[in-house]
């Protein structure tokens, strides 16, 4: 784990693998750390010849916070976001985006594969569409456009997620917090082995919770809107991964983020929730690989 300047904070990062295989950066979803990308899933990608870059994410474990700016209450940024109207929020999308561009250049990484999930997905997208030259390729996985008309979260994925743990500097309560946040909106079809997924928790809970970060990087996604015409500017080949079972980013969303990106691939999982399950993961990361190695391949003209 280091500390680097990026974009003006700091972040958190890890890196795995060989410095001369090629880059690919793995952005996280709402007010998770990066280490809640399975440690599988990130040497099967190094396995697949990638060097792996996973970090926390402005206002999340142990990157820096930002303090300040307009806070607008979530029931009434929700409101004006749907009808179209501006935000007020210390930040949005496109400097989350900025961060990961300020995080390559800090890493000597002139252009990477963009892998993001749920929060971390619409990162990339924007990464993907105002950076151009900086993304081999995008990934969005369980994510979405912002346009609200296909992305409506069931009533109980959504409490979960705003939920505030009882006690976020107590560690065992932020444990179970995690834990009935992936029981609700994770693959009920397709189950996390509990001892796996207590292993996960436990790690992003050592890195803490800040209940006012979440809800800053919450704001960000309101902020910017709906997205949908800034797709249209992506040209990065892009696979999209989405499950048939999400309840907190239900499968119209990840369709309609195919629809808007030119050329872009939708892989939809049976059963999958809004998580990463066991079962799949080496498909996944299969498809991941492939469609990295692919765009590679179309870059060079080989």
């Known amino acids: 784990m280091a500390k680097v300047a990026a974009n003006g904070i700091t972040l ?3 890196v795995f693998g060989k410095p001369a295989d090629p880059a690919l950066v793995l952005v996280m979803g709402l007010g998770l750390p990066g280490v809640f990308w399975p440690d599988a899933f990130v040497q099967g990608l190094v396995a697949g010849g990638f060097r792996v870059v996973r970090f926390d994410n402005r206002d999340c474990g142990w990157s820096q916070r930002i303090e300040g700016g307009p806070h607008t209450p979530i029931p009434v940024a929700t409101a004006r976001s749907l009808m179209g109207l501006p935000v007020p929020a210390p930040y949005d999308l496109s400097d989350m985006a900025a961060d990961v561009t300020g995080l390559m250049d800090a890493l000597g990484i002139g252009r990477a594969h963009a892998v993001g999930a749920s929060l971390g997905g619409m990162v990339a997208q924007v990464l993907a569409a105002r950076w151009p030259d900086r993304v081999a390729s995008l990934v969005s996985i369980m994510s979405s456009s912002g346009n609200p008309w296909v992305s409506a979260a069931r009533p109980r994925a959504l409490a979960a997620i705003l939920h505030r743990p009882a006690n976020p500097a107590d560690h065992d309560a932020l444990v179970r917090h ?34 006012h970060g979440t809800a800053r990087q919450l704001l960000a996604v309101l902020a910017s809107g709906d997205r949908r015409a800034e797709l249209g500017r992506v040209r990065a080949p892009t696979l999209v ?26 892989l939809e999982f049976d059963g999958m929730g809004h998580d990463l399950p066991p079962s799949l993961m080496p498909e996944i990361i299969g498809a991941i690989v492939a469609h990295c190695r692919q765009a590679a391949v179309s870059d060079t003209g080989v």
């Open 12 to 14: 958190d990062c890890e």
């Open 178 to 211: 995690f834990m009935h946040l992936f029981e609700v909106i994770g693959s009920h079809r397709l189950p996390q082995r509990p001892e796996e997924m207590r292993a996960l928790c436990e790690r992003a809970a050592a890195r803490g919770y800040d209940v």
């Open 241 to 266: 991964i989405h499950g048939t079972d999400d309840p907190l980013v239900p499968r119209s969303a990840g369709r309609d983020v195919a629809r808007h990106i030119t050329g872009a691939k939708l």
